[in-house]
């Protein structure tokens, strides 16, 4: 069973900064990826920002580009994403996700709200 907690969700306000922490435990395995994606209510969730295990190597949607930051500890099994300048539009359930070869995981989603 492997479980993915997240935590640093919030309330802040526009232009403030928050840091999403994901770590997983368990019988995780390989680990490929681990990503952020967000969702509000009754929209398909997004793709905001992702991380590879082996290499280091990042992505993000083109809303988030320069404001928000992936990184991790291998170590830990942990994934972080730090949230700086952030918008009203940013709000949303936060959810990390963890590729292994076979299999994708989901965390239980943190909310972040971004006053105006």
């Known amino acids: 069973q492997v479980q993915l907690v997240e935590s640093g969700g919030g309330l802040v306000q526009a232009g403030g900064s928050l840091r999403l922490s994901c770590a997983a435990s368990?019988?995780?395995?390989?680990?490929?990826?681990m990503d952020w994606f967000r969702q509000l209510p009754g929209k398909e969730r997004e793709f905001v920002a992702g991380?590879?295990?082996?290499?280091?190597?990042?992505a993000y949607a083109d809303s988030v580009k320069g404001r928000f930051t992936a990184s991790r500890d291998n170590a830990k099994n942990t994934v972080f994403l730090q949230m700086d300048s952030l918008k009203p539009e940013d709000t949303a359930v936060y959810y990390c996700?963890?590729?292994?070869?076979?299999?994708?995981?989901w965390g239980q989603g943190t909310q972040v709200t971004v006053s105006s």
């Open positions: 996700s963890l590729n292994t070869r076979l299999y994708l995981y």
């Open positions: 991380i590879s295990w082996s290499g280091g190597n990042t």
């Open positions: 368990g019988r995780i395995g390989s680990i490929n990826r």
